[in-house]
């Protein structure tokens, strides 16, 4: 077959099944090939997917949320947290890159499981999901407020200000399109990721004495107060020490740790509007271990050594303002003059790029559930620019929780929600592994070599889904535990702890039960429907590619962006 003939063949698959493939109704809602204007749009370059990537979990729960972790159990136990919770997210990401690599799909972890595994997962998971991205918004714009009051006290100007401004600035980048969203983030994510590897170089010249107090702190904060606090809670006047009192401690402060990589998985659902998934997808993932090893592990280990758990400045300690950054805190305490404004006002960005993501990802969890047919049809209209400018307003109108700050410590609703959204992301983190559990058995019963067919493959498989899902469910269970220790028993933690629980299980059984859906076999599973669509876009897209490059080497290879980004940045991002 020639060039001309493959072009044929590929613009003849594309026209033949793109609209089905972007709306992903073939086999659950034949009903909505009647809509028109609901198409997303393949704007979102690798580069772009893969600095979304990496920037995407940089930002609230690392940079605001550590801080409360940290005092409660002391340096050590935040450095294991973290690590336990990350070698769970390395897994998670790996299976959902060899998932989204083989086939991406438009409605996301729905249709995932509605493909591998039961429909009745695609419902409780997508609806657990968009639980989440109804209400991390309004989280993020809360540590916006927080963030703001390190300059401007609650008391002299109400935090609801700071929330009006944040949101307006979010609603207008998440209507004006998906590649401006794209670049919007590309950028943000680049600061992100200079200002966190600037702030571990400092903290670590901080540890050694470098600041100008020449105080060689070193690991002085491991020995006193202690690497592992004992466990205590002063609203119910509880102490539990020794060993024991030090295990509770290290397992309070694991929901901390799951909320801080919260949104990692986010760049799954960007994966749909991805022109190359082949090639961007891959390179998004890999960068995950990297990620984790150097911003969340680094960034632990020298924060615990700048700062200690008794510093009164930290979040929810006992006469703190809330408003601090634990990173701002070790500036600040070094006597920097001047810097701890600059990183403050650079970690209000971070909070706004992931308000920002996190109302793109509602938008779009939404979108997916309509095409899916679970939720309303007109969730799933877009604009001419594929926006879903439905599932917007939606994330929209959550927004107004973040207004709860207005009569209540910001401190405590931020703690509310980050209970809520940690156990929403645990479940989904389990609906991926079970996905990739499923998808690993449908390939080894149709005789498909994960080694040879696959564009990309997860490691330490199968037995590294199988050990992330285990620790996965463990920690749903004992996530908030400590509300049954002492008196008296706080309801709104418990509540907001494990609320989600019940509610993913009544969908699950409710929608399995009302439509007789049955789990699906290995030798069942649909591994073809789209895979040629999917393989004639990232030929035509790469066919696009081969085409500039060879313009750009007529040219003489101009020193423009495109050269800049290839040459010094794209390796990497």
Same mark, same amino acid.
Not at 99 to 128: E, K, Q
Not at 131 to 139: C, E, G, M, R, S
Not at 302 to 330: Q, Y
Not at 351 to 366: P, Q
């Given at each position: ?161 700071? +929330? ?104 799954? +659902? ?163 592994? +079970? ?66 629980l019940p509610v993913f299980f009544l969908m699950y059984g409710g929608f399995k039960l009302f439509y007789r859906t049955h789990h699906i076999h290995a ?51």
């Amino acid at each position: 077959m020639n060039d001309q003939e493959k072009n044929i063949d590929s613009q003849s698959i594309l026209s033949r099944h793109t609209e089905d493939y972007n709306l992903s109704i073939a086999r659950s809602n034949p009903s909505n090939h009647n809509l028109t204007g609901t198409e997303l749009k393949k704007g979102l370059h690798a580069r772009h997917v893969s600095m979304i990537a990496l920037g995407g979990a940089l930002g609230t729960g690392l940079l605001i949320g550590t801080g409360s972790a940290l005092r409660t159990a002391g340096p050590g136990a935040i450095l294991l947290s973290y690590s336990l919770i990350g070698f769970v997210v390395f897994m998670v990401m790996t299976a959902l890159g060899e998932i989204a690599t083989f086939i991406p799909l438009a409605d996301g972890f729905t249709g995932y499981c509605n493909r591998y595994v039961d429909p009745a997962l695609g419902f409780a998971c997508g609806y657990v999901y968009l639980f989440k991205y109804l209400i991390i918004p309004a989280n993020q714009l809360v540590a916006g407020s927080l963030t703001v009051q390190y300059w401007v006290s609650a008391e002299r100007l109400n935090p609801g200000v700071w +929330i009006t401004i944040f949101l307006v600035v979010i609603v207008v980048i998440n209507v004006a399109g998906v590649r401006f969203f794209g670049e919007i983030e590309f950028w943000l994510s680049l600061l992100k990721v200079f200002t966190c590897l600037g702030l571990i170089l400092l903290l670590w010249i901080i540890a050694l004495g470098g600041g100008p107090s020449g105080d060689r702190i070193g690991f002085r904060y491991w020995h006193k107060p202690g690497a592992f606090l004992i466990y205590r809670d002063a609203s119910k006047d509880l102490v539990i020490g020794g060993s024991l009192g030090r295990f509770v401690s290290f397992v309070s402060v694991l929901v901390n740790a799951v909320f801080a990589y919260l949104g990692t998985e986010l760049c799954g +659902i960007t994966f749909a509007e991805c022109s190359r998934p082949r090639k961007a997808i891959p390179k998004a993932i890999r960068l995950t271990f990297y990620r984790i090893v150097v911003f969340y592990i680094l960034s632990i280990l020298f924060l615990g050594m700048c700062v200690s758990p008794s510093d009164p400045l930290l979040l929810g300690a006992s006469g703190s303002t809330a408003s601090a950054s634990p990173f701002v805190i070790a500036i600040k305490n070094a006597k920097i003059g001047g810097l701890d404004h600059v990183i403050n006002a650079c970690i209000m960005l971070f909070v706004l790029s992931a308000a920002n993501s996190d109302m793109y990802i509602c938008s779009r969890t939404i979108y997916g559930l309509a095409i899916a047919g679970y939720a309303p049809k007109f969730f799933s209209k877009t604009n001419r620019m594929g926006v879903p400018y439905y599932g917007v307003t939606l994330s929209f109108a959550f927004c107004l929780l973040a207004y709860m700050t207005v009569s209540d410590d910001a401190s405590e609703v931020f703690g509310y929600f980050v209970n809520v959204v940690s156990l929403c992301g645990l479940l989904a983190w389990c609906s991926i592994l +079970i996905i990739h559990i499923r998808f690993m058995a449908a390939c080894k019963a149709q005789g498909i070599d994960r080694k040879k067919d696959l564009a990309y493959k997860s490691p330490l498989q199968p037995y590294g889904s199988y050990i992330a899902l285990i620790i996965c469910a463990v920690v749903v269970l004992i996530k908030n535990f400590t509300v049954f220790l002492g008196k008296p028993f706080t309801y709104k933690t418990f509540i907001t702890g494990y609320i989600v629980l019940p509610v993913f299980f009544l969908m699950y059984g409710g929608f399995k039960l009302f439509y007789r859906t049955h789990h699906i076999h290995a030798a069942e599973t649909d591994m073809a429907t789209y895979k040629d669509v999917v393989d004639a876009e990232e030929a035509e897209f790469a066919a696009a590619e081969e085409e500039e490059k060879a313009l750009r080497a007529a040219q003489g290879n101009p020193k423009n962006f495109a050269w800049f980004y290839d040459k010094i940045l794209g390796w990497i991002f």
